[in-house]
């Protein structure tokens, strides 16, 4: 995560962390997809994920793991490239403001609280699209809405949603990702610290394991959030019109009510599993990316 020295003029060394943030998410994602399909079927109530698994495979097909792909890589193009993009601007002005000294650990939480909080504006609708195209097998068959890619499902919501309804569920979604990444950037930042200069581990070593405990913290800090917002962007009116649900908090309490705190972290192991690899490998494949550029004389 360290800044080249020398940098290009224009407008590319502006793009560059944005372009970067979101190439490297998209990367990810394509390996994390199938796990991430699992994790919400299991907080749609269908079982655990060896049950999930093994049902979408004997009546969907291997197919079934990647339905949604298209939005979860346009919520990556959207979401990971404002947030990496905006958390690496930040913390450049923090640091110049510092006079270049590292910042302290509570200045990178709040920068990746501001980062989270404007990727997941921007990647609102994406998300939404993407949540309704994995949760569609599971409703019945007059009920679903039979997206055929992100696009097609970002128009149907407009055209008989409102251009509103594409930030549907975007309250829980804002403060998901501002937990999540504050759990996760400040966590990777003093676990890479301890790892490397009071443990001693080598590079591979220290990114694997501050990865691992980062995705523990963003998971634990998230899921809650996750999982409110899930069941409000999932939401199906009955037969009179009326949503189980007014809002975000009404969820929130009739969830507690009914399941206690515990409910909240329906399938954290799957969750945990799918969020550590993923923080791994964005981090890695945004390394990789900058090594290529240098390379380059990007």
Not at 54 to 78: C, D, H, P
Not at 258 to 268: D, E, S
Request: charged letters at 15%.
């Amino acid at each position: 995560m360290a800044e080249q020295k020398a940098q290009p003029s224009g407008v590319w060394p502006t793009v560059k962390p944005f372009v970067n943030g979101g190439l490297s998410g998209m990367l990810a994602t394509c390996v994390i997809q199938p796990v991430d399909m699992v994790k919400v079927r299991i907080q749609l109530g269908q079982g655990s994920a060896a049950t999930v698994t093994k049902t979408m495979l004997q009546n969907e097909g291997v197919g079934a793991f990647y339905k949604g792909l298209s939005a979860g890589l346009l919520r990556q193009a959207t979401y990971t490239t404002a947030r990496l993009g905006s958390f690496r601007i930040l913390t450049n002005k923090a640091v110049a403001a510092n006079d270049g000294k590292p910042l302290p650990l509570y200045q990178k939480a709040l920068c990746g609280l501001t980062a989270g909080a404007i990727g997941a504006s921007v990647g609102s609708p994406a998300d939404l699209a993407l949540i309704r195209m994995q949760a569609d097998a599971t409703l019945p068959a007059a009920q679903r809405r039979n997206y055929t890619n992100a696009f097609h499902a970002l128009s149907r919501i407009v055209a008989d949603e409102g251009v509103l309804a594409l930030w549907k569920g975007a309250g829980p979604t804002v403060v998901r990702a501002m937990a999540l990444n504050m759990g996760m950037l400040a966590s990777y930042d003093q676990s890479v610290e301890f790892f490397k200069d009071s443990l001693g581990f080598g590079e591979i070593t220290t990114v694997v394991g501050a990865s691992a405990v980062s995705g523990f913290f963003a998971s634990a800090c998230s899921l809650p959030f996750d999982y409110v917002k899930t069941q409000i962007q999932k939401m199906q009116p009955d037969a009179n019109g009326k949503y189980p649900y007014t809002g975000s908090l009404d969820c929130a309490m009739k969830t507690l009510k009914a399941g206690g705190p515990f409910k909240f972290y329906t399938g954290f192991p799957v969750y945990c599993v799918r969020i550590a690899p993923h923080v791994m490998m964005t981090w890695i494949f945004l390394n990789q990316i900058q090594k290529a550029q240098k390379n380059l004389g990007l």
